[in-house]
């Protein structure tokens, strides 16, 4: 029987399209409209302490950052910071709901090459409606055998998602950007794992590079994916 890969992951933001170059710009704001009770690299220290501690109520994605700008904006001004401040922290939070969804280079290209040899699946985790409306807008939904949105991603949660839509994980690869949650959970669920760094990273998404691991992977964009895949299919060495 068979033991080469059948069946890729992709994660969604910062993989397919841009996502976290918009959290920083709001952040931008942030601090600017902060500038009067706190300087701003201490106002971002404060504000990702506050994520750190309401991820677990809040989820990730930008609601649960928008109030968590809010809560930060409360602390570091006393209560003091006006209804004008706290208008404008919810209208940068709609904008952000708003937000065209562009794809990064080589997306279509390298989805339609690899579209017929694998099946292909979108695990992203997030908000669930601001997912699905990216999902929608990006015009790539069509490019998937499946989509899931998921709370958080695990080793669980790729055992579950691999089993579910393709042959296991052992015959799985995931692509991502985020060692934290696209390549360490998914290298510990036994499947292949390829890093695609996006040009920034969330610090909570941190994470070191399993050097040395025999199914790591990585790539400066999506570009060298379809080439990489055939050749972990055919069980040569990458």
């Given at each position: 029987?068979?033991?080469?890969?059948t069946?890729?992951?992709?994660?969604?933001?910062?993989?397919?399209?841009?996502?976290?170059?918009?959290?920083?710009?709001?952040?931008?704001?942030?601090?600017?409209?902060?500038a009067?009770?706190?300087?701003?690299?201490?106002?971002v220290?404060?504000l990702?302490?506050?994520?750190?501690?309401?991820?677990?109520?809040?989820?990730?994605?930008?609601?649960?950052?928008?109030l968590?700008?809010?809560?930060?904006?409360?602390?570091?001004?006393?209560?003091?910071?006006?209804?004008?401040?706290?208008?404008?922290?919810?209208?940068?939070?709609?904008?952000?709901?708003?937000?065209?969804?562009?794809?990064?280079?080589h997306?279509?290209?390298?989805?339609?090459?690899?579209?017929g040899?694998?099946?292909l699946?979108?695990?992203?985790?997030?908000d669930?409606?601001d997912q699905?409306?990216?999902i929608?807008e990006?015009?790539?939904?069509e490019?998937?055998?499946?989509?899931?949105?998921?709370?958080?991603?695990?080793?669980?949660t790729?055992?579950?998602?691999?089993?579910?839509?393709?042959?296991?994980?052992?015959?799985?690869?995931?692509?991502?950007?985020s060692?934290?949650?696209?390549?360490?959970?998914?290298?510990?669920?036994?499947?292949?794992?390829?890093?695609?760094?996006?040009?920034?990273?969330?610090?909570?998404?941190?994470?070191?590079?399993p050097?040395?691991?025999?199914?790591?992977?990585?790539?400066?964009?999506?570009?060298?994916?379809?080439?990489?895949l055939?050749r972990l299919?055919?069980?040569?060495?990458?």
């Open positions: 029987m068979s033991t080469g890969l069946t890729i992951g992709f994660d969604a933001d910062d993989t397919l399209w841009h996502n976290e170059h918009f959290f920083r710009l709001t952040e931008a704001r942030f601090a600017e409209l902060l009067d009770w706190c300087e701003k690299d201490n106002l220290e404060r990702l302490d506050a994520e750190r501690r309401n991820l677990a109520l809040y989820g990730y994605g930008i609601k649960g950052f928008i968590s700008m809010i809560e930060t904006a409360v602390e570091v001004s006393d209560g003091r910071a006006p209804s004008s401040v706290m208008g404008a922290i919810l209208e940068a939070g709609r904008e952000m709901l708003s937000h065209p969804v562009d794809a990064l280079p997306v279509n290209e390298t989805l339609e090459a690899l579209s040899d694998f099946r699946v979108l695990i992203t985790k997030g669930f409606f699905e409306r990216k929608a990006s015009g790539l939904a490019r998937f055998d499946a989509i899931e949105i998921v709370h958080e991603k695990t080793a669980g790729y055992e579950t998602l691999f089993a579910r839509h393709g042959d296991g994980a052992a015959r799985a690869a995931m692509v991502g950007n060692l934290k949650s696209d390549i360490l959970p998914a290298l510990q669920a036994g499947s292949h794992a390829v890093h695609v760094p996006y040009e920034i990273t969330w610090e909570l998404e941190r994470a070191e590079e050097d040395g691991h025999e199914r790591f992977h990585r790539l400066p964009d999506l570009s060298g994916l379809p080439a990489l055939a299919r055919d069980g040569a060495t990458p």
